[in-house]
């Protein structure tokens, strides 16, 4: 098996996944995973279907999203998702989603508070607004690059749709629905015109705690793993 086999497979079947889920429709969206021990990542190519994706198309890039393997175009955001592995060495997967109800708080521009002690858990203290720039450009890098240090799991890009990330592929499926989940009740609760509450800061406090300690660990054993390949 080449080096970079598994976790090309591993983007395929996730992407599936989350077309069979209803996450991603048609083209949209883009995920990728984290070369183990190396400043690499695999990502899906540019608007292509994701039930016809195998393997051999998804891109394989470094830092400077020079393409190591793959003979198809890599995403737009290509340069996005480096961003991210570059400043995050907890995150090991991403997935940018167009999703329906995280989508609609993009056009309004409203970010999600401390809803539910497992929102914080594991999305962070609140979901934040990333502002608006053109898709797949330095502008959109910069901007994600400047807000994402604060360790939460999950962002609205303005007018565009969703950024989740996760120390796992698996856990970032988790995260794209705990955030839709959130998205939604959110969206009803402000219908209501009533007073949405907030889970106390305390309990909100030790739950990203929690996270922060997952992350930190996750981070330690991707530096060590890029150590022992150097």
């Given at each position: 098996m080449?080096p970079f ?18 996450i ?8 990728s ?66 999703q ?11 970010s ?23 898709s ?57 015109e009533?007073?949405?509450t ?33």
């Open positions: 080449a086999d598994t976790f090309r497979e591993q983007v395929v079947a996730t992407a599936r996944l989350l077309v069979e889920k209803g991603l429709k048609g083209t949209g969206g883009n995920l995973v984290r070369i183990e021990g190396q400043p690499a990542f695999a990502i899906t190519p540019s608007n292509y279907d994701y039930m016809q994706m195998t393997p051999a198309d998804v891109c394989v890039l470094d830092w400077q999203a020079k393409v190591l393997e793959g003979t198809m175009k890599p995403s737009v955001e290509s340069g996005m998702h480096a961003a991210v592995y570059q400043n995050r060495p907890d995150v090991n997967a991403i997935i940018h989603t167009h329906v109800y995280c989508s609609t708080l993009a056009l309004i521009g409203a999600i508070p401390a809803l539910f002690d497992e929102q914080v858990r594991f999305l962070g203290r609140s979901v934040e607004i990333i502002p608006y720039a053109p797949g450009t330095v502008f959109l890098r910069r901007n994600v690059r400047s807000r994402i240090r604060n360790g939460h799991n999950a962002y609205i890009l303005q007018n565009h749709g969703a950024l989740v990330l996760g120390p796992n592929i698996e856990r970032a499926v988790f995260n794209v629905e705990l955030l839709e989940k959130c998205a939604f009740t959110y969206l009803l609760a402000l219908c209501t009533h007073e949405v907030r889970i106390p800061l305390v309990a909100r406090e030790i739950a990203f705690a929690k996270l922060r300690e997952d992350e930190k660990r996750y981070a330690v054993r991707n530096m060590e793993g890029a150590t022992r390949n150097t």
